[in-house]
């Protein structure tokens, strides 16, 4: 039995997720946290959150590291760690230092530094030749402005250090990049207490579909798991609206995604211990790296790939946290495709109904989540802001998306906001 330290969570899917993968494979963690009322809520299921399973529960700063990593090292010294993971962005460096300063397996702190900040990212990719965006960074209006009149207009802006799309808008003009600008700089702290870097970053807008490669890392060697589809609106954001594992693409564009994540990922240095989710622009030119997460997809995308592939990239997760040999060898599930479609509400206020009786039921589908009425709803502006979700899944081919998309408009036809 390994035991692991886990360092924040998320408080989605991969919060229930992560907990029981690490109980599966026989193994035990401690839970760090610096507010665990953040995770008293219950589990969807209406049973305690796995996350309150841990054999320890340890409440420290984990946004200071000056006291966090004395205190890691005091928490080995007691309780003997074999591996340390999180699977929340905003605590991947940490986790990745604490790693370090034990001794214990895992990526570089640098190079997982650089693949969480979105401009640390391009300088690496664009040094080593991985095809990216024309892009500039700057903190300043005036070279904001300027540089976004030399890349061109529509462009898109970012900020270096959020996840879930958020504050990712295009722009098409300078008045929409002020207001972009202005925006993001009025949210000077994240969700989690931690002050942001006030640079912003302008990127050259990609034409064709984008993709994700889900790929795992040990030892050196990069196994591509696959490739998965992904649909984007909410124009001017960027929010995901839906997935389909595989995607249903030519083999030459399969194979170049796949090439294409490979590169980017060893250019980072994140060959060992860890499972990433590379999103990618399928361009005239080619494939352009979007950004690289070196963590296991959300938003579902490991729950699609199980059902298809058997694939479990959590426990992969976890199997390389501890420097162990992962096993993606798979096999047959029944599935050829699996699919899902968020709700993604356009108007704000309060869920007044939402009626998923008809689709529950429907022929070929695998789960269903939905708010219940009264919820509060907010006009998303980001993969923060989903109603619920449908699944689907095909056993004869690519049909898994098709079929999500005509039940999610069931769903919204039934959606009632007031």
Not at 327 to 349: C, H, K, N, Q, Y
Request: with cysteine.
């Amino acid at each position: 039995m390994a035991h692991l330290l886990m360092v924040e969570s998320w408080v989605g899917s991969m919060s229930r997720l992560l907990p029981r993968a690490i109980e599966q494979g026989g193994h035990e963690f401690t839970f760090l946290t610096r507010d665990l009322h953040h995770y008293l809520g219950p589990a969807p299921e209406g049973t305690a959150h796995p996350l309150l399973g841990a054999r320890n529960v340890v409440t420290a700063d984990t946004n200071d590291t000056g006291t966090l990593l004395p205190l890691a090292e005091r928490l080995h010294e007691a309780l003997g760690f074999d591996g340390v993971l999180t699977s929340c962005d905003y605590y991947l460096p940490a986790a990745a230092l604490i790693a370090g300063r034990l001794g214990l397996p895992g990526p570089a702190a640098e190079s997982v530094r650089d693949a969480c900040r979105k401009d640390a990212t391009r300088r690496v990719l664009a040094g080593a030749g991985v095809p990216g965006p024309r892009f500039a960074v700057h903190e300043e209006w005036g070279a904001l402005a300027r540089s976004a009149q030399k890349i061109g207009y529509p462009l898109v802006v970012k900020p270096v250090d959020l996840c879930a799309g958020m504050y990712v808008r295009r722009v098409d003009d300078e008045g929409q990049l002020a207001r972009a600008v202005e925006a993001l700089t009025a949210f000077p702290v994240n969700a989690r207490g931690q002050r942001r870097d006030p640079a912003v970053l302008l990127e050259e807008l990609l034409d064709g579909p984008e993709v994700s490669v889900e790929t795992v890392s040990h030892g050196g060697a990069v196994h591509v798991v696959g490739v998965t589809d992904k649909s984007i609106g909410g124009s001017p954001a960027f929010i995901e609206t839906g997935h389909m594992f595989p995607a249903a693409l030519p083999a030459p564009d399969t194979e170049a995604a796949g090439r294409t994540a490979v590169a980017a990922i060893r250019a980072l240095g994140l060959t060992d211990g860890v499972v990433a989710h590379t999103e990618i622009k399928l361009t005239a030119a080619g494939p352009r790296v979007v950004e690289v997460n070196p963590r296991p997809a959300g938003n579902r995308i490991t729950e699609l790939v199980h059902r298809v592939t058997g694939i479990d990239l959590v426990a992969s997760f976890v199997a390389v946290s501890l420097g162990r040999e992962p096993d993606v060898s798979g096999g047959r599930t029944g599935l050829r495709s699996a699919a899902i479609g968020f709700l993604v509400p356009e108007t704000s206020g309060t869920l007044a109904s939402l009626d998923g009786g008809g689709v529950r039921g429907a022929p070929g589908v695998l789960d269903l989540r939905l708010a219940e009425p009264g919820a509060r709803v907010t006009a998303a502006g980001s993969n923060n802001e989903y109603l619920g979700h449908v699944m689907t899944g095909d056993a004869q081919g690519f049909g898994a998306r098709d079929r999500a998309e005509v039940l999610l408009g069931e769903l919204r036809s039934a959606l009632v906001i007031r």
